[in-house]
């Protein structure tokens, strides 16, 4: 999360990396980031909801190939029910929460 996270806010690749499988999966992210027209719009974003009672973070918000989308990265080993109901939540919130701003570097 913390290199991805990191490559959003300055571009910038990591050079080390704390063992080989975060390695493979920072790779994997760059695939799909060169495989796809992304500008990033916002990352670590906030969001919460007092109707609903429930609240959380979202990694990043980008046009991908120019569609406006969320995005919350995975690294566990597999998709959970968890995972949907998760991102469904963010997608009830990101409704609410309005139009996305370029991501400013710096």
């Known amino acids: 999360h913390s290199h991805m996270e990191n490559f959003i806010k300055t571009r910038t690749e990591p050079f080390l990396f704390e063992n080989e499988s975060v390695k493979n999966a920072f790779g994997l992210f760059m695939r799909w980031v060169s495989q796809n027209q992304i500008e990033w719009l916002e990352n670590e ?20 190939n120019g ?4 995005i919350d990265f995975k690294t566990s ?6 995972h949907f109901y998760q991102a469904s939540g963010y997608q009830v919130l990101m409704r609410r929460w309005g139009k996305p701003r370029k991501l400013s570097r710096g």
Not at 49 to 55: Q, V, Y
Not at 77 to 82: K, L, V
């Open 45 to 64: 974003v906030i969001v919460g909801s007092k109707t609903h009672m429930f609240a959380g973070r979202f990694d990043a918000v980008a046009k991908v």
């Open 77 to 82: 080993s597999g998709i959970f029910p968890e």
């Open 67 to 70: 569609k406006v989308t969320l």
